[in-house]
């Protein structure tokens, strides 16, 4: 058998940093898992993510998830101004909203919806979009319906 198959240095700490690798790597998960719930935590508390995405870290704490979220969307026009429902892939895009209401995620929903209406030869002027959540009183279990986020577009 031969005795020479690790590099030479592995015997010698000066000279090789395979030893430091092989001690810092059983702690890579650990710092990974810490910032992941750092970051969902500060998007849960700050941006409105709900708590069962981004991480999952809090997600039996709370019952702000997708079934208590809601979105409501508002079109005015020519000689027209209503609230629509969503359909097909507009219902996509719009529970990737509910979830986490960003800029980004409220302006690629608006987006689509323009060109649904347009395809449907449905001018739209604005549109308004709102996200809301239902929370249960503490004792009485009573529900409410608080306002998380608004955004409004304009052609």
Same mark, same amino acid.
């Given at each position: 058998?031969?005795?020479?198959?690790?590099?030479?240095?592995?015997?010698?700490?000066? !000279?090789? +940093?395979?030893?430091? *690798?092989?001690?810092?790597? =059983?702690?890579?998960?650990?710092?990974? $898992? #810490?910032?992941?719930?750092?970051?969902?935590?500060?998007?849960?508390?700050?941006?409105?993510?709900?708590?069962?995405?981004?991480?999952?870290?809090?997600?039996?704490?709370?019952?702000?998830?997708? !079934?208590? +979220?809601?979105?409501? *969307?508002?079109?005015?026009? =020519?000689?027209?101004?209503?609230?629509? $429902? #969503?359909?097909?892939?507009?219902?996509?895009?719009?529970?990737?909203?509910?979830?986490?209401?960003?800029?980004?995620?409220?302006?690629?929903?608006?987006?689509?919806?323009?060109?649904?209406?347009? !395809?449907?030869?449905?001018?739209?002027?604005?549109?308004?979009?709102?996200?809301?959540?239902?929370?249960?009183?503490?004792?009485?279990?009573?529900?409410?319906?608080?306002?998380?986020?608004?955004?409004?577009?304009?052609?």
């Amino acid at each position: 058998m031969r005795n020479y198959i690790l590099p030479a240095c592995y015997h010698r700490l000066s !000279s090789c +940093r395979t030893p430091v *690798v092989g001690k810092t790597l =059983p702690y890579v998960p650990a710092v990974f $898992l #810490l910032v992941v719930a750092c970051v969902q935590i500060y998007l849960a508390e700050t941006a409105n993510l709900t708590p069962w995405k981004g991480g999952g870290f809090g997600m039996f704490s709370t019952t702000d998830g997708i !079934s208590n +979220r809601s979105i409501r *969307v508002y079109v005015s026009g =020519p000689q027209r101004s209503e609230e629509i $429902l #969503l359909e097909g892939k507009l219902q996509d895009l719009a529970a990737r909203a509910q979830l986490f209401p960003g800029n980004s995620q409220l302006e690629k929903l608006a987006r689509e919806i323009f060109k649904n209406q347009q !395809s449907k030869k449905l001018p739209i002027d604005t549109l308004r979009i709102e996200v809301w959540r239902t929370e249960y009183g503490k004792s009485d279990l009573h529900p409410t319906q608080h306002l998380l986020r608004k955004f409004a577009w304009r052609r």
